[in-house]
């Protein structure tokens, strides 16, 4: 990311381009919710495809799992979400905006206990009240703040007149579905402890305040994945995944060590015995990307407890029956994605004196690999030749044709998604079977023989 990147340049990017709209635009957006865009799905499914490569395809004990979004209500009983997944809510009494009210008290260094009751935050609340403003309005004037429970509810298989009594609930945390499938992959698949189970899929919260673009959704996908380990193992697991996960961001995405930070949690969640964060350096200041989390064996035990199941583990070798303690990484799609897009945002001033926009984006990540140009849009055998290229390499890679403008004006708007290379088709391929393949951030152009095409992107395209 250039120094001078905004959000505002994140966000025009990301909807000129056709990565991110707003959830049903045409009448007038739905908060906190937003569509993917052709490049966006394309963007969104390598940074799955990445994960899922580094997480399953590459350790031999961590298998894969596709919950459903619908669980049993008692799940969520179980799971401690009913009763304690909430945040403080207050309402501006100037201007109506609803607050968190630990990001107000966070945002002047003052830092909530998640624990804490109504009447204790409300105390913290009117000790730093000087401090605090409305993000709206900038007034210090707010309610009483109340725990707003997060779970959105739905009224699935409940046809009775009043089903908000007992609403099933759409998953808060993609997570509780590993749970609850623990004994499941443990009978039916030969995983032994430690091992892991790893899920991509959508969750849903009732975020309180709808900012920052798709940093905080109300429907995002996460992907989590649950290390299970013996109780003397945890702290030793546990630091090995938080670097694993480090490495995983500058390795794999190329980030700046600059632009992460690592947090550790003070205050954490009803369930965890510890938490860190792994931050990056949003254009809005460092925030949350991924968290890192020893959960403890708080889910197994309370699940046994509630479905009267018993989850636990029985080591084959030594007979040692335990309850397996969790080490739980947990990143949003959404998160990544607006990260990813932030790292590789670049301004660049050109030799003309011009400038371009260019998303630098890791090879494996863009949405586009090769775009394919006939010199001129109005040369029957510049097309042809054109498409038969662009035909030889479509079964492999994302490619894409273009014959719209002028090859300048075609460069720029690849550069703007991240392609990482166009391939031009001019009149001397006619005559000599080469073509003009010009890289995204060098902006050199090499001539290459069509039959050479395929293994120079194959050795390229694959770093
Ligand atoms: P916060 O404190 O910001 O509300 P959290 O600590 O509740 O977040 P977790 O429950 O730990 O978040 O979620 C794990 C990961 O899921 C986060 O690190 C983030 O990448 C992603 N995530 C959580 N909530 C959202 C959201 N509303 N929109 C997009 N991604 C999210």
Redesign the pocket.
Known sequence: MSKETTMEDIVSLAKRRGFVFSSSEIYGGFAAVYDFGPYGTELAKNIRELWWKEMVQENDNIVGLDSSIFMSPRVWEASGHVGGFSDPLAECKNCHTRVRVDHLLENVGVFADEKMSDEEINKLLSENLEKVSCPKCNKNDFSDAKSFNLLVKSNLGNFTGDWSKEPTYLRG?TCQGIHVNFKNVLDSSRVKVPFGIAQIGKAF?N?ITARQF?????E?E?MEMQYFVHPDDVNKEYENWREKRWNFYINKLGFKKENLNWHEHENFAFYAKAAW?IEYKFPFGFK????IHNRSNHDLSTHAKYSGVKLAYRNPQTGEEFVPWVVET???V??MFLAVLCEAYTQEKLEDGKERIVLKLPYKLAPVKVAVFPLLKNKKDLQEKAREVFDSLKSKYMCEYDDNGNVGKRYRRQDEIGTPYCVTIDFDTLEDSSVTVRNRDTMEQERIKIEDLESFLEKNLTR
């Not at 798709?214 to 109300?218: E, L, N, T, V």
């Open positions: 945390e919260r975020e798709i940093f905080r959704k109300r995002f996460q964060d949350e990307l991924e968290g947990s990143v949003g959404d998160r």
